[in-house]
């Protein structure tokens, strides 16, 4: 039977470091953000609070597509399906992302936010309900601390931003998204200056070499044991 990582304790999550642990306070933050969005405020500062929102949400998942989806559909039985079905949602969360930046003084930019916070927070119960409990059966504390280090180091280079035209899965997304990186770590780091620009290139660097070396260990696993 599958067990939501929601409300185990941490021992039984692998410790603080693992990935499990690392995707339920990412998670958490996030529902924080999205409550206090809700709550209503200024305009600047509710526009700040998205923009927070929106890096916290694509960086997070450019580093599950990279690293945590392609070890689950090697390692647990349905993997396919499962990753399949957050893929369509993160799908999902990109056109509508992609569509309130662009359309800043639309009337429905407040609606289309709100179906983001909707689709997030289903992505969020899937993951905890059901794939990450499937993460936590097939690896041993060891390897989910490891696939969390792997993770936070594809995290943080990833790109912030929507970028719905690149694909989901691996090599693609690297191929396509890393890139993108640059360009948009350099929005976020605004106003852009010449060492910002070379902080933000050798960021993007890091992410095709943190990108890599997950690929070689993916593509190595088979079937993991509880080691
Ligand atoms: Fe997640
Ligand atoms: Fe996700």
Redesign the pocket.
């Known amino acids: 039977m599958t067990i939501s990582i929601t409300r185990r304790d941490s021992a039984a999550l692998g410790g603080n470091g693992s990935i499990l642990m690392r ?1 339920r306070r ?2 958490a933050r996030l529902d924080t953000m999205m409550n206090r969005w809700l709550a209503g405020g200024a305009d600047d500062e509710l526009d700040a609070l998205w923009q927070d929102i929106v890096q916290l949400v694509f960086s ?2 450019f580093a ?1 597509e990279t690293v945590l989806w392609p070890l689950l559909r090697r390692a647990a039985p349905h993997g396919e399906e499962l990753t399949g079905r957050v893929e369509e949602e993160h799908q999902a969360i990109n056109d509508l992302v992609a569509r309130v930046e662009k359309s800043p003084d639309d009337p429905r930019r407040a609606e289309w936010i709100q179906q983001a916070f909707s689709l997030i927070r289903q ?2 119960r899937d ?1 905890e309900d059901e794939l990450l409990p499937r993460l936590r059966d097939e690896f041993s504390d060891r390897r989910l601390r490891w696939i969390g280090a792997a993770w936070e180091t594809v995290r943080a280079t990833a790109p912030t931003r929507p970028h719905p035209g690149v694909p989901r899965r691996p090599p693609g997304n690297a191929l396509r998204g890393v890139p993108l990186s640059v360009f948009d770590r350099l929005r976020d780091l605004a106003p852009v200056s010449g060492p910002v620009a070379r902080r933000a290139s050798s960021v993007a660097l890091g992410a095709v070499g943190a990108a890599a070396v997950v690929f070689c260990v993916v593509r190595t696993i088979r079937r993991p044991g509880r080691h």
Do not use: L, P, V
């Open positions: 995707q990412d998670h997070h998942a599950e992505d969020i993951e």
